[in-house]
């Protein structure tokens, strides 16, 4: 049995090779507000959320982009309400000249009725966006796993 009972995810962190460029990238897309930051030299970083709560850290102490053949994180995935949601997303994704996986709104799988978009921040991060409902009808991207795994 295990003693942590109340377990949540309290906030995402990520390295970041330019944290003024990633901030403009992820209060642009997720309408986040800056919590916290700090400005020395060397030692930069931004506190991302909404209400004083942070969701998300960016730590500028990277020098290159995202290594995707190296282990660590895969992708983060973001959860909205609704297909609308996931639409406005890709148009402001697709306005500030994101990179995406797929072409538009995708499922998890097929006949999945969950789906979103699949697409990466400016250091090459993986990021999704996605509904529970209202994708069904359209083909999956890949075939025989689930469309997040293979991007």
Not at 31 to 45: I, P, S
Not at 48 to 69: D, I, K
Not at 115 to 139: K, N, Q
């Amino acid at each position: 049995m295990s003693a942590v009972r109340s377990l949540r995810t309290g906030h995402v962190g990520l390295n970041v090779t330019d944290v003024d460029r990633s901030v403009d990238f992820y209060t642009t897309v997720f309408g986040f507000e800056v919590v916290a930051e700090g400005k020395e030299a060397e030692r930069r970083f931004t506190f991302l959320g909404s209400g004083g709560v942070p969701t998300l850290t960016l730590w500028q102490q990277s020098t290159g982009g995202h290594a995707t053949n190296l282990a660590g994180l895969h992708h983060l995935s973001f959860q909205v309400d609704s297909i609308e949601e996931v639409e406005a997303a890709e148009q402001v994704l697709r306005g500030i000249g994101a990179e995406f996986a797929y072409d538009g709104v995708v499922p998890h799988g097929e006949g999945a009725a969950s789906g979103g978009i699949f697409f990466t921040d400016p250091d090459g991060i993986r990021l999704e966006i996605y509904t529970t409902t209202a994708v069904d009808g359209t083909d999956a991207p890949t075939s025989g796993a689930p469309t997040c795994g293979f991007f």
